[in-house]
C-alpha cells in the first residue's frame, strides 16, 4: 500500500485542486441547472484523470445522473456518490484554515468523490487494476432522497461484488458505517374553515387546532428503545392572528432499524384521520430508504478496510448512524456495501462544514486497498 500512497501524494496539489473546481460548481439539488453544471465538471475531472465518459441518465426536473466505468472484466466494484448538495448558490465560500477546507458540499460528499477517482487513478497508474471493474454511479439528488435514481442506482448496481459508498466518515472518528436507518418524509395537509377570529370564532374550524393534535400524536409513534424516530421538523398554518386558520401543513421525518417499525410507522402516518369533525386531511409521502442493516458481508468489508488501515499506519471502526444514505438501497438487494468511506470532517450540512486535508490521501489510499480486495499488503 506504501506505493499507492506515495503516488497520491505525489499528486496532492492535483487531488486540492479537483476538491475545490468541483465543490465551486454550486449544486443545490433543486436547482436543475446548477446541478448539471456540476455535472459537468465532474464528467470534466473523470475525462482529465481517467480518460473515461459518462452515460448520461436525463432527468426531466431534477438533475441528470452519471454513470462513469472503468475497465471490462469482473468483478465489479461499484462506487456511489451524489454531487448535489443542501445549499442555495452563495450561501457558503469555501476557505481555508487550520488545516480544514471549507466549502458548501465540500464533506457531503464532494471531496468523497474526488477521493475515490484518484484512488483509480493511483491503481491505474501503478497497474494494479487488472481483471477488474470499477463503476461509479453519481447521482443529483440523494438528498432529496433520490427519488428520480434510486431505481437507476439499483440496476447499475446489480451484481457488484462490493458497493463502496463515498459518503463522509463519522465526525470526530472518522469510523466507517456498517448501519443506517431507514427513512421516510411524509407531508400532512390539513383544511378546516376560516372565519372572523372576533365576530363568529364559531362558525370556524381551526386547521391549527387539528394540526396541534395530529402534531402529539405522530410524536407519540417514537419508539427510541427501538430505534424508531417520528420528528415534526415543519409545522405551519393560518393566514392572521384574527382569522381561524384555514389550512396548516406538517413535514414529518422517520427513522427506523428494522421492516416491521417501516411497516408500523408507515401504517400510522398513512391512515391518520382527523379529531375534529369536518376537518379534512391528506397524506402524501412514504418510506422511501430501507433500513441498512448490518451482515456477514459488510462485516467482511469492514475487516478488509480495517486490515488495508493498517497498513496505512491508521485505524478505523465501525459504527451504525441514525441517518440514511443510497448504500441503504444496495444493502437492501443483499449487495456488501460499506459506507463512510468518503472524507474526513465535520459539519455536515452545517455552516462550519469542512474536510480534514490531512486525511484526504490516506482516505483515498484506503478505497484504493478496498478496490484492490484480496490484495497483499505491502508494509
Not at 3 to 14: A, G, R, W
Not at 115 to 139: E, P, S, T, Y
Not at 234 to 253: Q, Y
Not at 340 to 368: C, F, M, T
Request: overall charge negative; charged content about 20%; some cysteine.
Amino acid at each position: 500500500m506504501k506505493n499507492i500512497k506515495d503516488y497520491l501524494q505525489q499528486h496532492f496539489s492535483e487531488i486540492i485542486a479537483d476538491i475545490k473546481l468541483l465543490v465551486q460548481a454550486e449544486s443545490p439539488s433543486t436547482n436543475k441547472n446548477a446541478v448539471d453544471h456540476c455535472g459537468e465538471v465532474l464528467q470534466h475531472i473523470f475525462q482529465k484523470r481517467l480518460g473515461i465518459p459518462a452515460e448520461v441518465d436525463t432527468q426531466q426536473h431534477l438533475g441528470n445522473n452519471l454513470k462513469f466505468t472503468f475497465g471490462d472484466d469482473e468483478p465489479q466494484t461499484t462506487i456511489l456518490g451524489h454531487f448535489d448538495t443542501v445549499w442555495d448558490t452563495g450561501v457558503l465560500e469555501m476557505r481555508e484554515d487550520n488545516g480544514k477546507l471549507h466549502g458548501p458540499g465540500i464533506l457531503d460528499m464532494k471531496a468523497g468523490l474526488v477521493q475515490a477517482i484518484w484512488a483509480v487513478r493511483a491503481l491505474a497508474a501503478l497497474d494494479l487494476l487488472v481483471g477488474q471493474r470499477v463503476v461509479f454511479l453519481c447521482n443529483s439528488d440523494e438528498e432529496l432522497g433520490s427519488p428520480g435514481s434510486k431505481n437507476w442506482l439499483s440496476h447499475h448496481a446489480q451484481g457488484s461484488s462490493q458497493v463502496l459508498v463515498m459518503e463522509p466518515a463519522i465526525a470526530g472518528s472518522g469510523a466507517l458505517k456498517i448501519a443506517r436507518k431507514g427513512t421516510g418524509r411524509y407531508d400532512v395537509s390539513i383544511t378546516g374553515l376560516a372565519a372572523h377570529a372576533g365576530n363568529n370564532p364559531e362558525e370556524g374550524i381551526s386547521a391549527v387546532q387539528e394540526m396541534a393534535q395530529q402534531i402529539l400524536f405522530l410524536h407519540s409513534l417514537n419508539a427510541p428503545e427501538l430505534g424508531t424516530t417520528v420528528n415534526v421538523g415543519i409545522a405551519h398554518g393560518g393566514s392572521r392572528a384574527n382569522v381561524v386558520a384555514e389550512h396548516a401543513e406538517l413535514s414529518v421525518d422517520t427513522r427506523v432499524t428494522c421492516e416491521q417499525e417501516a411497516v408500523r410507522i408507515h401504517n400510522a402516518i398513512s391512515q391518520l384521520t382527523p379529531y375534529t369533525a369536518a376537518v379534512s386531511l391528506t397524506v402524501s409521502g412514504g418510506q422511501n430508504r430501507p433500513p441498512m442493516r448490518q451482515t456477514p458481508a459488510s462485516t467482511a468489508l469492514l475487516e478488509r478496510a480495517q486490515r488495508v488501515a493498517h497498513a496505512l499506519e491508521f485505524s478505523v471502526e465501525g459504527k451504525a448512524v441514525g441517518g440514511g444514505s443510497d448504500g441503504n438501497f444496495t444493502a437492501a438487494m443483499g449487495l456488501p456495501t460499506l459506507d463512510g468511506l468518503g472524507a474526513s470532517g465535520a459539519g455536515i450540512h452545517a455552516r462550519h462544514e469542512h474536510i480534514l486535508i490531512a486525511d484526504i490521501v490516506p482516505r483515498a489510499a484506503l478505497v484504493a486497498g478496498m478496490i484492490l480486495g484480496n490484495v497483499t499488503i505491502e508494509g
